[in-house]
């Protein structure tokens, strides 16, 4: 079983690239099962042993060796699992975390009738990798990403069911509980830019949209109208840089004749930025100078806040200002 990301594995849906459904079935129909990547090699089952299709066959796609034979459930292990059914499954890499995916088709395909599994896979918060090539902080051991990702395995990589809860962002997240180890999913995973979008963003497509409005939908059903974070959460932040321009003789201001540039970056990469004439400040006494404002949320609550001041319009060394520190504090 794999989740490779090469060329001719394409996922169904790319997050900001509006593919037509033909297009994207296209793209499906030149993917290869590599079956040196899968984790459950065909000659270690028994025909006995292996995963067994439920009910009626529901239709069929394909002639020839093409040919598939679709089904809405299966059995393997003396457990039953169905299409939309969040499940674990066996990774190839030994000692890694089981892999966490929603079936989407289960079909039997070839003359040796093994079952296989079209799965739309999670991304465990380490697996997923930013731009920078690092990975996004864990909050929550139980935190998982979406993805529009899939991959076909054989059935008899499935371990068990598991439940994933999809979670707005302005929701309280749920408690753990039984009876299956259960997720919680409040971002979708854009592995081909490696960039994350809300669940409420309006930047999906009308598939993408409906799909993951169903998803919360279905979660709210299970839960219950889950409460609101609480407002205050949401507070206006003021951020403030105190300095002191001095005028003894060896210390004198000087070079602050053109505007200084103050630049803050957040959290989450916006960027607040706004310019200051220094030469307009009184000298020898601290002074506080507003860097920006930003509102605190709660997928945000920590972090890290970049801060700078540049001018080289005048190409001319500075000297005479002492930086004391910066003040992070509610607006109000």
Known sequence: MSRSEDE?????AKLNRKFSTEEMDCKQKKRKKNDKEILVSEDKWKPEDCAQPIGELIRCTGEGEEKKSHYKKFEF???HYGLEDSVLLIPAVPNRKLYVAIIKDIY????????????????RLEEAEKKDGRNWEQRDSRDLFYSFHRDE???????????????????????????????IVQNVYDFVDKKLWKLTDKDFDEMQKNEVDFLVAKTMSRLGDLPDIETEQDTPIDVRIEVAKMEQAID???GWEYRVSFKMVLPTGET?????????LERNRWVEIQTGEFMTSPEHLSG???FSML?????????????????IRPKN
């Open 252 to 254: 004198s201001a000087q």
């Open 8 to 12: 001719d594995n394409v996922p169904l």
């Open 311 to 327: 001018e080289v319009k005048s190409e001319q060394w500075k000297s005479g200002l002492i930086v004391k520190g910066v003040a």
């Open 272 to 280: 607040k930025e706004r310019r200051e004439a220094m030469n307009m």
């Open 108 to 123: 039997k395909q070839g003359k040796e009738g093994y079952l296989y599994l079209e799965v739309q896979w999670f991304y």
């Open 153 to 183: 395995v054989f059935a008899e990589s499935v371990r068990n069911k598991c439940t994933v809860h999809f979670v707005p962002d302005r929701k309280k997240i749920p408690n753990p509980g039984p009876p299956q180890p259960d997720f």
């Open 304 to 306: 890290k806040i970049e």
């Open 77 to 79: 292990d003396l457990k």
